[in-house]
């Protein structure tokens, strides 16, 4: 690896912002997907959450760029994903029509945040509304009622971006990631091939100098070369 790319990848894990996310509930379509994660990523979240249609319980068909920088979490239930965030402090907030919604730009998102995303077809479900501390909106001036869920986590998200950046958010000295994430993402970005064979052999990974190269000794290279 070299030094700019591990020096990029430390700036981008330092402002990773691990309070702010989306869940989506049963969003279908793999360009959808694929497009929710990338701006989760260029938004600089750290995770995602996921309730997937019986049929599709995996990321497969998205874009494989994106998914290497967001880490996604699977729920059986919508029940479940948001007894997690909350657990977490987050304010809940969905995108819904109804008669108390707000605009989503009257929301504070500074504070710890998590945005349910409904399927394209029916939008949330019912439960995941009673669930949510607060419905949003965005304002639409023409003849169509909403936009496609991509979109629409994509301006949410940039105006969450937004105000944490107005607010200093993310011009972090450190990283609020784990240090063994931050380790094992700079570690499997920075050296994939190397990652991929020391995750089959069941080795930890070594540690990276201030340059972004292996710290290991003898013995885990002896390892790492076995057949």
Same mark, same amino acid.
């Given at each position: ?68 920088? #967001?880490? =996604? ?7 479940? /994903?948001?007894? @997690?965030?909350?657990?977490? *402090? !987050? ?57 496609? #869920?991509? =979109? ?7 105006? /969450?971006?937004? @105000?944490?950046?107005?607010? *200093? !958010? ?58």
């Amino acid at each position: 690896m070299n030094l700019e790319r591990y020096q990029r990848i430390q700036q981008v894990l330092k402002a990773r912002q691990t309070d702010l996310t989306v869940c989506m509930e049963e969003v279908h379509k793999p360009n959808n997907v694929s497009a929710v994660v990338r701006t989760a990523d260029a938004a600089g979240l750290h995770k995602i959450h996921a309730i997937w249609p019986d049929k599709m319980r995996t990321l497969t068909h998205t874009s494989a760029g994106a998914r290497n920088w #967001v880490e =996604v979490d699977n729920h059986h239930t919508i029940e479940d /994903a948001v007894a @997690q965030l909350k657990a977490q *402090g !987050m304010q809940i907030l969905v995108t819904n029509l109804s008669d108390t919604a707000v605009d989503f730009r009257q929301i504070d998102y500074t504070k710890p945040t998590a945005i349910i995303l409904g399927s394209e077809k029916v939008g949330a479900s019912e439960q995941a509304k009673k669930l949510a501390d607060q419905d949003i909106i965005i304002p639409m001036m023409g003849m169509v009622q909403s936009l496609n #869920v991509s =979109v629409a986590s994509a301006i949410i998200l940039y105006e /969450a971006q937004r @105000q944490r950046q107005e607010a *200093g !958010m993310y011009n972090n000295e450190q990283s609020a990631l784990p240090q063994e994430v931050i380790h094992r993402t700079l570690f499997e970005r920075g050296h994939p091939v190397l990652a991929k064979v020391a995750k089959r052999k069941n080795l930890p990974y070594p540690p990276l100098d201030d340059e972004g190269q292996i710290v290991a000794d003898d013995a885990w290279w002896a390892e790492m070369q076995k057949k």
